[in-house]
């Protein structure tokens, strides 16, 4: 068998085994490596570059809106989660526990972070004493750990990389609109950046936060039809100010609990890429998330090789000066072929070829990932046809991942309806729902699929619940879930 036969077919199909294909692609693409410790991965360069491009990214848009960095405490101890019944509860079956330090018996557990509510609750109530304090602002990148009992690489890992933002207000209508604000943040975020469209709504009481009021997500759809949640906002209320004793002295010289907010994402922001644009022949990368968003192979003969390069690393320097992210493979003990094939399955998204006739026209050949088109473009217009091509191809992403969601998403009336679509088919599903948790429990129990939220524009409102046929409270979003 040939290396370049060789090379694809170590790739599972997508339709053969989605599951196999996901890690296929994340190993074979140097992604990640697994690590000697149950459920923890190893980031390697090629999937820490794509963390590190979200976060500068996304960090951006946080301090724009007025948010500062800090960093809080890996652990946290006990008496901390006692503070807040729900929150605990929540997370008490995903927590591991630090009893012993150098060689003696901790006094008081700690818990390694799962998430830094309880932590930056006890710092606030320090910091804040009066309105003048207010609002505080902050985000933190950092890692967590929560002990999952199933794993998959970046999408559920016990130890996981994050940002989480913790706010505090005067009044509920303040930390209300934050929580709204970040849910927007990140909902342009994901489909501006990551070419991926989301579902924006409201989850319901049984898939809320634990210890928030109200908890809002943006939900995407993979090419299996499964749901990822991308993206999580909540307003937590006054619970974790009264566990905490976050009070000030407001206008009127009366002490008062302020109002918090939380919201995060996530690592599996790289695994929803993933799932999103990959294909059957491996990874298929949004150029503003590339790691390497041009590679340029120069091809020939050896006569010519000295030339080729020659040019091949004007045109580097070229485009390296207008801000593109670019790499060039002169390997000479590698066929083109091969390296084609490399290259598409590591999902960057153009591939810029430089031969001998192409430097006697003064031209170039630009060849999408995304689409596979073949563009002869004169050299002197270099930059501009690679930037226009750019553009292009995660325009075209977003709306080829959009289509496919269209395509996946249905809406029906009954319990058994849903039952029968899912067994034949992928993807989400609309319909009424009472408000009832016995209901959506027993929708969870029949078809394995979840309420993902209550979209804030669904396709069309439901007037019955799907289970008891009672009057729809809610029309809502359910799919299986990663």
């Known amino acids: 068998m040939s290396k370049e036969k060789q090379f694809v077919t170590e790739i599972t199909p997508q339709g053969e085994d989605f599951s196999r294909w996901y890690i296929d692609v994340i190993k074979k693409a140097e992604l990640m490596d697994y690590s000697p410790v149950r459920g923890c991965i190893v980031f390697r360069p090629e999937g820490f570059e794509i963390w590190e491009n979200i976060q500068r990214e996304m960090d951006r848009r946080f301090k724009e809106t007025g948010h500062r960095n800090a960093y809080f405490p890996l652990f946290i101890p006990e008496s901390f989660f006692q503070k807040e019944k729900e929150h605990v509860e929540g997370f008490n079956p995903e927590l591991p526990w630090v009893t012993e330090a150098g060689g003696e018996p901790l006094e008081e557990k700690l818990a390694i972070r799962p998430t830094s509510e309880t ?12 309105y003048r304090d207010l609002p505080v602002l902050i985000n933190q990148w950092a890692n967590v750990v929560r002990w999952e009992k199933r794993t998959l690489p970046f999408l559920r890992t016990s130890e996981f990389l994050w940002q989480e933002g913790h706010t505090a207000h005067e009044n509920e209508a303040e930390a209300r609109e934050e929580t709204m604000r970040m849910l927007e943040v990140y909902r342009d975020f994901v ?51 009264v566990a905490f004793d976050i009070k000030y002295l407001d206008r009127e010289n009366t002490q008062q609990f302020v109002h918090t907010t939380s919201w995060g994402t996530s690592t599996r922001l790289i695994g929803s890429l993933i799932m999103v644009h990959g294909d059957d022949r491996g990874l298929a990368l949004p150029p503003k998330v590339a790691p390497t968003q041009v590679i340029m192979i120069p091809i020939g003969p050896p006569k010519t090789r000295e030339a080729v390069i020659g040019r091949v690393d004007e045109l580097y320097k070229e485009l390296k000066t207008a801000g593109v992210r670019v790499r060039v493979d002169d390997r000479s003990d590698i066929s083109p072929g091969w390296k084609f094939n490399e290259y598409e399955m590591r999902g960057v998204p153009i591939r810029l070829e430089l031969g001998p006739r192409d430097m006697e026209n003064g031209q170039a050949v630009l060849v999408s990932r995304a689409s596979g088109e073949k563009r002869i473009i004169k050299q002197s217009e270099l930059e501009a046809e690679v930037e226009k091509m750019l553009e292009e191809i995660h325009r075209d992403m977003f709306e080829k991942a959009k289509q496919f969601r269209a395509d996946n998403f249905h809406a029906v009336d009954t319990l058994d309806e849903m039952k029968g679509l899912l067994e034949q088919k992928r993807g ?42 009672e009057k729809a409270e809610h029309t809502v979003v359910f799919a299986r879930a990663y």
């Open 119 to 130: 932590m930056i609750g006890h710092m606030y109530s320090k910091w804040i004493q009066s």
């Open 191 to 241: 489909e501006d950046f990551l070419a991926i469209p989301v579902i924006t709504g409201q989850k319901t009481p049984s898939e809320k936060f634990a210890g928030a009021v109200d908890t809002y997500s943006i939900e995407a759809m993979m090419k299996d039809g499964r749901a990822v949640q991308a993206g999580t906002s909540h307003y937590l209320g006054t619970n974790f100010a």
């Open 428 to 469: 989400f599903v609309l319909a009424g729902w009472c408000g009832s948790a016995a209901c959506e429990k027993q929708v969870k129990e029949e078809t394995g699929a979840t309420s993902r939220n209550i979209p804030f524009e669904p396709a069309e409102h439901k007037h019955s619940c799907l289970v008891c046929g």
